[in-house]
């Protein structure tokens, strides 16, 4: 039976709005921790059509929402525009797919997201790092580390996808734009079309590319055998071109602007109170559970929706069929039942699973891959510069909060 979305199920005039005016803030006011302290969820008005969903703000039902199949991400098409005209949705895009089509495009893209790839990279990765900085200190004081925090992951994605140098600049213009939709929405669908058609030439160009014997190395190649292998199997159930675009394209935007802004937060935070970065510069060693603690610390914004498929029991609340939910990360990452003392960053915190990669088959597949991205960052930063300070007050920067993940507009550093 199909579930059409609920548009209105109550009086929605006396709902707050959301999101909140510091949602995107990696600086949070405290007003999701004061809401999940009176409850473990609250219903509210979402998006541009202020449609009345569910906010999940405590850590246990949000878990058991993410890993529940009877949420559907495909479902949330159905409010376009009201709920997702923000986000150019994409019905072949793994990140608006159910399982089993979800299942069936991401086994495809699995084994190029590999610990072990990943971890073959990671000396890359650290090279890349090192030349940003090199070239900050060539060009003199003041610097802005915005450059590195975004240009690394575009390159460490471009790489990975068998983009060539040449061409990098502008994908990341390009890619750039889906992100400024709130400012300039014909931009952001010229940059979308740009960027589908570019890969499309790009995924034309590796399939007719030689194949070297052995492991494929590229992202796009084990991707492209992978699905040859389907197409030469009895039962098998190859992507379309369409499909094969729209993975080139999420594989792409995914693998940058998360990055790059957790990244510019991350420094953020260390520079503000230095007495984080020299607790690091005396004690490199302790950089992979800072790590953790800086990621729950600055979490993605939050998750894409879902819509209930049933009525679903989560702990205190029930979610109707055809009903919104939404988990802002940032809540679940302050939830005081699972983290002690959780507004205080402790970069010696034992580090508790947290759900700043989501959780479930949406679960960032990148994941690995943004965590050695954010640790060769700042392990470059303390070898070549501890002595890193911010180059204007803390409360003087300005920040851009109207991207997926609030970060300043620039980050200026002397060394």
Known sequence: MSVTATVSTENDQ?????????????????????????????RVRFGPGQVPI????????????????????????????????????????LLWLDPPAHTRIRGLVNAGFAHR???????????????????????????????????????VICELLGVPGLDREKVRTWSASLFRFHLDPAGAAAGLGALYGYLGELVRARRAAPRADGEPTGLLDVVLAANDAQAAAADGDPLTDAELHS?????????????????????????????????LVADPSGLPGAVEELLRYHPL???????????????????????????????????????????????TREPVTNLTFGHGPHHCIGAHLARVELTETLAALLEKLPGLRLAV??????????????????LPVHW
């Open 247 to 279: 993975l080139a394209m999420t594989l792409l935007i995914g693998g940058f602007e998360t990055t790059g802004g957790v990244i510019t937060n991350v420094i953020t935070t260390l520079l503000a109170d230095r007495s984080h970065w020299e607790s």
């Open 117 to 155: 790839r990943i971890e073959r990279m990671r000396a890359g990765i650290a090279a890349a790092a090192r030349a940003r900085i090199d070239a900050m200190i060539a060009q003199g004081e003041p610097g802005d580390l915005r450059d590195l925090a975004f240009h690394l992951p575009i390159e």
């Open 54 to 93: 569910w906010l999940v703000v405590r850590y246990a039902p949000a878990r058991a929402m993410l890993a529940d199949p009877r949420f559907s991400r495909t479902r949330t098409l159905e409010f376009n525009p009201p709920l997702t005209a923000g986000q150019i949705p994409d019905p072949n895009s």
């Open 393 to 410: 007050p803390a409360d003087e920067l300005t920040y851009e909060l109207k991207a997926p993940i609030g970060r300043p507009q620039t």
């Open 301 to 347: 914004s939050m998750t894409f929706p879902r819509v209930a498929t049933e009525d679903v029991d989560l702990g205190g609340f029930v979610v109707r069929a055809g009903e919104v939910v939404v988990v802002p990360l940032a809540a679940m990452s302050r939830d005081p039942e699972v983290f002690t003392d959780p507004d205080r960053l402790d970069l």
């Open 14 to 42: 006396d709902l707050p709005s959301f999101p909140f005016p510091d949602t995107f803030s990696p600086h949070p006011s405290g007003h999701l921790a004061e809401l999940a302290r009176s409850a473990p969820a609250h």
